[in-house]
């Protein structure tokens, strides 16, 4: 019988973030695919009770603007399973507070926009220097979660895009350094998907907005962009490294203005 590479057996693989919407999901359907999973999140009570569902997960406390938190996260994580196969950077900076102060660069916040690459570009660099000697000897991978918004432009989020931005460029240089070494390094960008946190905080005018961007007749869900990472983590994925895989239903793949053209041609298509 064909082994069936999407299965991670025996993998063990850290989640940044691990307690939010899409990083929950993403654990729970890698666990369920064989993994062994740290969930890594700053919301520690929530990372522990989701570890405490899995068959075989343990939670760490994760501050991704503190060094030493997150060089422990990689120790730690080491020490407890014996080895360290995929890092999966899905954390970010993010929030209602956060997103509403984020728009565009004449008003921004230097604070904001230093806390924005602290989180995003500096912890995802710190974390990944720190797991590469471990995922050189199992010849493992780095998955970090971009977003839609790091590909074309848009009058908000200027730190937090760029920021995503930067994370793909890292990606593939990680990619083209420690490919030799049987490494691989993805990114997934996912377009607005309904988190119970997003679908709290996003204005629903806005969110229709997307929406009819959207190719599908829906909005991704947080388990559509656990697919995608589960993917790029697993052997399926082997020939597979330096990519940005765009998990947004389409909505960055168009010209824009689609919604406008679907009224002008109802009924014809
Ligand atoms: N939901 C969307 O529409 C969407 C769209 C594009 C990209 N993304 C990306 O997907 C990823 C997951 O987002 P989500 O929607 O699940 O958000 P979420 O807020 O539900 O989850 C983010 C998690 O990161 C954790 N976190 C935040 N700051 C941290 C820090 N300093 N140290 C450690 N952990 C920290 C939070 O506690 C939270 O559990 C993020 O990288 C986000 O940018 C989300």
Sequence with gaps: MAVDATRLDGKVI???????????????LMAARGARIAVADIAFEAAQALADELPDAIAVRLDLEDEASI???????????????????????????????????????????????????????????????HLRETRGNIVNTVSNLALQGHMIQAAYSSSKAAVIQMTRAIA?????????????????????????????????????????????????????????????ARNITGQVLVADGGCASH???????????????
């Design 14 to 28: 850290i989640i940044t973030g691990g307690a939010g919407g899409i990083g929950s999901a993403t654990a729970r």
């Design 176 to 236: 083209a350094s420690h490919g030799i070494h049987g490494i691989r390094a993805n990114a997934i960008a996912p377009g607005m998907t309904m988190t119970r946190a997003l679908r709290e905080a996003f204005p629903p005018p806005l969110r229709v907005a997307v929406e009819s961007e959207t190719l599908r007749d829906t909005l991704g869900a947080p388990e559509d962009i656990a697919e995608a990472a589960a993917f790029l983590a697993s052997d399926a």
């Design 71 to 133: 060089e422990a996260m990689i120790a730690d994580t080491v020490a407890h399973f014996g080895r360290l196969d995929v890092l999966h950077n899905n954390a970010a900076l993010l929030g209602p507070d956060i997103a509403r102060a984020d728009n565009d660069v004449e008003t921004m916040q230097t604070a904001l926009w230093d806390r924005t690459y602290a989180v995003n570009v500096r912890g995802t660099m710190i974390a990944c220097r720190a797991a590469l000697p």
């Design 255 to 269: 010209v824009p203005g689609i919604a406008q053209f679907r009224a002008f041609f109802s009924g014809e298509h």
